[in-house]
């Protein structure tokens, strides 16, 4: 099957801090999507974004499809932004299901 | 997107039991899935609810112990049965309004087996 692999696998940051989160993924897929966990466990849907790029508040996502990544920016961080953040891939043709990747742990200190 | 309500939202169980978990969708979806997440990993489906029909369960999962129900195209059930301590995870129910868009997910159902 499909491999997703998320980088940094942790990340710790200063509030106000800049931070890049990748997924790579071994075939090429039909869509793409960004969630973030938060510590109660709910997982939030940020970005549907199967190519291109979307802007969303601090957030932002690009994905390279035919390089297979994708990359979610999130700028001047909160303390709210932490979490664990997924990326999660569907192959398509007819297969609705989603595979998600490692996940990176974000977590912002004040 | 709709929104899913699951409860419980958690629950500590005695190994031997079972535990019903539940997720009502407030608008019709054509695709419901279940997944599980142990202690600090990644999400694995389970299996897909088919409405009025068996669920299609993955690799490694299987009926006797995860029975699913899904008996209209805004409810369905998953059954964690005679739990043992390896159960211990955060269940969670997502919907799909269709091949292509975005997946939504439940609250989460965090079960610790004792």
């Known amino acids: 099957g499909i491999q997703v692999e998320q980088s940094p696998p942790d990340l710790i940051l200063q509030e106000g801090a800049n931070s890049t989160l990748r997924c790579n993924f071994s075939?090429?897929?039909?869509?793409l999507q960004w969630f973030h966990q938060n510590p109660w466990g709910q997982l939030i849907n940020l970005f549907y974004i199967p190519s291109g790029t979307k802007q969303n508040g601090r957030l932002s996502a690009t994905t390279v499809a035919t390089e297979r990544y994708s990359l979610l920016y999130i700028s001047s961080s909160q303390t709210t932004d932490s979490g664990v953040y997924f990326c999660a891939v569907e192959r398509g043709s007819g297969n609705e299901k989603l595979t998600f990747g490692t996940g990176t742990r974000l977590t912002i200190i004040p | 997107s709709a929104v899913i309500s699951q409860k419980p939202s958690r629950d500590i169980c005695q190994r031997g039991t079972s535990l019903t978990i539940q997720c009502q969708v407030d608008?019709?979806?054509?695709?419901m899935f279940w997944y599980r997440q142990q202690p600090g990993q990644s999400l694995t489906l389970i299996a897909t609810?088919?409405?009025?029909?068996?669920?299609?369960?993955e690799s490694g999962f299987v009926i006797d112990k995860f029975p699913i129900s899904r008996p209209n195209l805004t409810f369905s059930t998953l059954t964690v049965s005679n739990m043992s301590p390896e159960d211990s995870s955060i269940y969670l129910c997502s919907g799909r309004t269709g091949f292509d868009t975005e997946a939504f997910f439940g609250q989460g159902t965090r079960l610790t087996v004792v």
């Open positions: 609810a088919n409405q009025g029909s068996e669920a299609t369960y």
């Open positions: 608008s019709q979806v054509t695709m």
């Open positions: 075939d090429s897929v039909n869509n």
